[in-house]
């Protein structure tokens, strides 16, 4: 059959065979991440105290907050270059990447030349014990020098994705977060520089993978590419458009992290002992989260792809497919840390006091890890259509509504149980706002560079 058509055939079981290819790759891609994270917190989680966990867990919130606004570099870059190679755009893949490229290098300088009174302001919202703010003093010092380093990262790994270049993703993470391993190895477990050590240990990995992802490009004569390209990308009409195109995905990005960062805040102020417990289940949800991004960052490559080639039938399996998929790997990460929660956990940390309180509000990780998987998947399919504005509404709704509210109920209350339900709120509003999105995508795809909507991927009448 055609796949031009929509009809589904042999061609379509292939592209499939793909999507599950690079899915993998992804997973793999993305399970580096976290274990560079489990292994920062496994060393610093059996120090003799324990406030250099939650420093470094509070100075995170911070770099969630700024690195994950600029988060729409990765998933605009991702959206913008599948949809161009559907079209079969060459030139625009690398317009994409030199525009991209050069925004991201830009706001990183801006972030290093703000460091302090990012920092200053940062750790005046935050609410700790002095040790633990001292601790997270010491983490964010030492990182925030990898600022130009990580926003050029994600350009980078959206402008692979977008490409369904799956093993470049994988070398990239493989060498990069496995450097991170090393770092941290050496500068906490060995030289015991504790939550300095893990920042610096971060920030390096970032430099080992930034330069490794330009090798890449340089080795495929980019150099030339970009040459060429260069006389169109200093357009400011599209330099401007890059932030309107994105500028949806950073709302939606923004108060995502908020709402993350709210958690770690109030666990804190519900004592450290909470506050260490949340951060091991944060752990195990950041963990799901990156096995299921592997299925959504494919979902994002192809969904875009096929919604620039006009395939819609194929859009609705690729939904199936990779929402099935998502779910399953989310529960299964939920039944195994309930199932086995001494066991697991035990892996983190070595204070019996943690694991007990952990093992109070494991069972929260059911709700979360199931809605969130649907959350997740969906997030790939609207930034793979470049959606922004679905994505936008969904996540501000679901922060607003079903986040907001509870979490300040649960300070007022004193109430850890409150915080994950609060939490659990936020997946269900996601889940089920762009669920109700899913229909009217369907209806009108393939989007030309002169038509539809260029903050909502979205044909005209939509």
């Not at 997973?27 to 292994?39: D, E, F, K, T, Y």
């Not at 014990?129 to 964010?140: C, H, N, R, T």
């Not at 458009?241 to 102020?269: E, H, K, P, Q, Y």
């Not at 509003?429 to 209806?443: E, H, K, Q």
Request: charged share 10%; proline share 3%; hydrophobic share 50%.
């Amino acid at each position: 059959m055609d796949p031009m058509t929509g009809s589904l055939g042999s061609q379509e079981s292939l592209r499939l065979g793909r999507f599950f290819r690079l899915a993998v790759a992804n997973i793999l891609s993305n399970l580096m991440v976290p274990l560079a994270g489990l292994v920062d917190t496994a060393f610093l989680g059996h120090l003799d105290a324990i406030h250099h966990l939650g420093g470094v867990a509070l100075a995170t919130v911070i770099f969630n907050v700024v690195y994950w606004s600029f988060g729409f570099l990765r998933m605009g870059t991702t959206g913008t270059t599948a949809q161009a190679r559907g079209r079969g755009d060459q030139i625009d893949l690398w317009l994409i990447l030199l525009r991209h490229g050069t925004v991201a290098l830009g706001c990183g300088l801006l972030i290093v030349f703000l460091q302090v009174p990012i920092r200053e302001m940062g750790f005046a919202l935050l609410q700790a014990e002095a040790d633990v703010k001292a601790a997270g003093y010491a983490f964010y010092n030492a990182r925030i020098w990898d600022a130009p380093a990580v926003l050029l990262n994600m350009v980078l790994l959206g402008w692979f994705l977008g490409r369904e270049q799956g093993q470049r993703v994988l070398m990239l993470s493989l060498i990069g977060n496995g450097s991170n391993v090393v770092f941290n190895s050496l500068f906490i477990g060995y030289w015991g520089w504790a939550s300095a050590g893990a920042g610096l240990g971060t920030a390096l990995s970032q430099y080992v993978t930034m330069f490794l992802g330009v090798a890449l490009i340089l080795r495929e004569g980019g150099l030339n590419k970009l040459r060429h390209v260069a006389p169109q990308g200093w357009d400011r009409q599209a330099l401007q458009g890059i932030f309107s195109l994105n500028r949806d995905i950073l709302i939606r990005t923004f108060a995502l992290v908020m709402s993350f960062a709210l958690f770690t805040n109030l666990s804190a102020a519900l004592g450290t002992q909470t506050l260490a417990a949340n951060t091991l289940l944060i752990q195990v949800v950041m963990l799901s989260a990156y096995f299921v991004d592997g299925i959504a960052f494919a979902t994002e490559s192809f969904a875009g792809r096929y919604y620039g080639s006009g395939n819609g039938a194929a859009l609705r399996r690729l939904l199936w497919v990779g929402g099935g998929t998502s779910v399953g790997l989310g529960l299964a990460f939920a039944f195994a840390f309930n199932l086995f929660p001494q066991t697991l956990f035990g892996l983190l940390t070595s204070h019996e006091t943690v694991i007990a309180t952990v093992e109070t509000y494991v069972g929260w990780l059911l709700p979360i890890l199931g809605l969130g998987a649907i959350a997740y998947m969906l997030d790939g399919y609207f930034l793979g259509l470049t959606a922004g504005r679905v994505l936008r509404n969904a996540t501000v709704l679901a922060a607003g509504v079903g986040f907001f509210p509870l979490a300040l109920l649960s300070q007022r209350w004193e109430s850890p149980h409150l915080l994950w339900f609060a939490l659990a709120g936020l997946m269900a509003g996601r889940a089920l706002t762009l669920l109700w999105a899913v229909p009217s995508s369907l209806r009108s795809p393939g989007p030309t560079p002169s038509s539809g909507d260029p903050t909502t991927g979205l044909g005209p009448g939509e």
